[in-house]
């Protein structure tokens, strides 16, 4: 049976909202891009042309045109799922990286039940931008699910990543699931400007 999380990815996705607190302001440089992916496979590119990703061979886009997400992937057995959303800094002129981090874990707990959240882990950087990542485990719809939600901070951009699969299958597929979120970053502005 195939395993569905990608209704608790969406929602944890919808659940950022603003805040009222002061603005912390961090300078953040774009990275040069990875010559050496951290995983082969097919560079994945959002619809704006802002971020992208390797998907792993025996990986599949899932992004419908009613998505409001960048990015959403899954392996080919169903059991393991990517996505990714970008928000814009000027949308979003109160938050830092650990705001909208909370805000995420936030909306975690509103879709999750029985929800432990761990975390920070040790990943500060994803492909040399700024970043926090927690892991979520819980249940959705009754289903044991665990989840690494990663935020990252790029110049004019928050980028939320969620990468998962149930419980049972976790420990197979975190590897994996740490070496697409290692291959994200901002697509590369030509000198055209295309």
């Not at 960048?70 to 990714?84: P, V």
């Not at 719809?141 to 989840?147: D, K």
Request: glycine letters at 8%; one cysteine or more; proline letters at 7%.
């Amino acid at each position: 049976m195939k395993y569905r999380l990608l209704p608790l990815l969406f929602a944890v996705t919808l659940g950022i909202s603003s805040c009222r607190s002061e603005p912390t302001t961090i300078e953040v440089t774009a990275p040069a891009p990875n010559p050496t992916p951290a995983i082969a496979g097919e560079v994945l590119v959002s619809d704006q042309g802002i971020v992208q990703l390797n998907r792993p061979q025996g990986w599949t886009d899932q992004l419908a045109e009613e998505d409001t997400l960048n990015l959403k992937m899954s392996n080919e057995s169903g059991d393991a799922h990517l996505t990714l959303q970008t928000r814009a800094k000027k949308d979003l002129p109160q938050f830092s990286l650990e705001k909208f981090a909370k805000m995420g874990r936030e909306a975690g707990l509103q879709t999750m039940t029985d929800l432990k959240i761990t975390g920070p882990t040790e990943v500060t950087l994803v492909n040399g931008y700024p970043a926090i990542q927690y892991q979520f485990q819980g249940k959705v719809e009754g289903a044991e699910t665990v989840l690494l939600h990663t935020v990252i901070e790029s110049p004019s951009y928050f980028h939320q990543i969620l990468a998962g699969s149930s419980g049972f299958g976790f420990e197979r597929h975190q590897p994996t699931l740490q070496k697409i979120i290692q291959t994200f970053q901002e697509v590369p502005v030509t000198a055209s400007g295309q």
